[in-house]
């Protein structure tokens, strides 16, 4: 039986045995795609620590932990092996500076900055006509500045 198989492959015709190749390979890459990216794996945000969102939205590190402990903000997720760091999802962090901005009127723009009504629109345009001179790099680094 063995022989025979040997002996039949041995006369395939090279397309034949190019086809059985390429499905074999694609078979394989296949299998290899989905054991490494399986098709329901999905990503998320991480988590902030307390510093980080007390950062994100401009004030002080302890004036977050007392907004939380009067429960004026978001309950933050306690993460670490004694379940002592506090973690913030970034929809917390959203919901604290939109209460920080009702609180405080006169700095609500600091934390929620946004175009005012009748503001218009800026649209800058960063362009050269030569590959690899920076514009990507020039692009990322306005966009955080102007952030």
């Excluded at 988590?47 to 009067?70: C, K, N, P």
């Excluded at 700095?107 to 990507?136: H, V």
Aim: hydrophobic share 40%; aromatic share 4%; charged share 25%.
């Amino acid at each position: 039986m063995i022989g025979a198989m040997a002996h039949k492959l041995e006369n395939e015709p090279s397309l034949a045995k190019i086809t059985r190749h390429s499905l074999l390979l694609a078979a394989q890459l296949q299998a290899l795609r989905s054991q490494l990216y399986p098709p329901e794996a999905k990503k998320s945000l991480k988590t902030f620590t307390s510093r980080e969102a007390a950062s994100m939205v401009g004030i002080a590190e302890s004036t977050l932990r007392q907004m939380s402990l009067d429960g004026e903000s978001a309950v933050p997720e306690l993460h670490g092996k004694d379940n002592r760091r506090r973690a913030y999802t970034l929809t917390q962090i959203n919901e604290i500076r939109e209460h920080l901005a009702h609180k405080r009127p006169k700095e609500a723009l600091a934390f929620l900055p946004r175009r005012r009504a009748g503001e218009k629109l800026q649209i800058i345009a960063i362009a050269n006509f030569k590959g690899g001179s920076a514009k990507t790099t020039t692009t990322i680094h306005l966009a955080h500045f102007l952030a």
